[in-house]
């Protein structure tokens, strides 16, 4: 079964069981679903080994990459950088209201560069290191949402 009837299936079920209460609840059978879903899910994406190959051969060193390019971003400030107009101006924009006193930009540089990669999809990322490094090492290939129509 495909993850997006059973994470609609599983979020009807959880608002109906848990509406007006003060704990979550879901029904039994749904909850049994979720937990199949999860270990396809890991069996499928965490132990396969031609994920694996990848993730290890290309995609970590272009975290690496990436990370270390933002962080030198963060730690110089550099407002015309994509860490500044993606993420930290966004912040800072968002919070200004409720923390005028303390800038974003002015938090610790590692915290503001994993709340950026945290915040991203893996499109984005892919779509992203190949705009920092357009002659990078590395190289994922892509296929589109619409290949198949």
Sequence with gaps: MRNSPIINNLTVNIVENSYDKDYILMDEDIYDELKIAKKENNEIIY??????KSYNENIRPMFSEVYYKLLDDAKH???N??????HIKFIEDSRYSYFPEKKYI???PNQIVVDYIASMTDDYFIDLYNYLFPDGKYKIEFISYFDNL
């Design 77 to 79: 400030m550099n407002k």
């Design 106 to 108: 002015e938090e610790e």
């Design 81 to 86: 950088s994509v860490l500044y107009k993606h």
């Design 47 to 52: 132990r396969n080994e031609k994920i694996d």
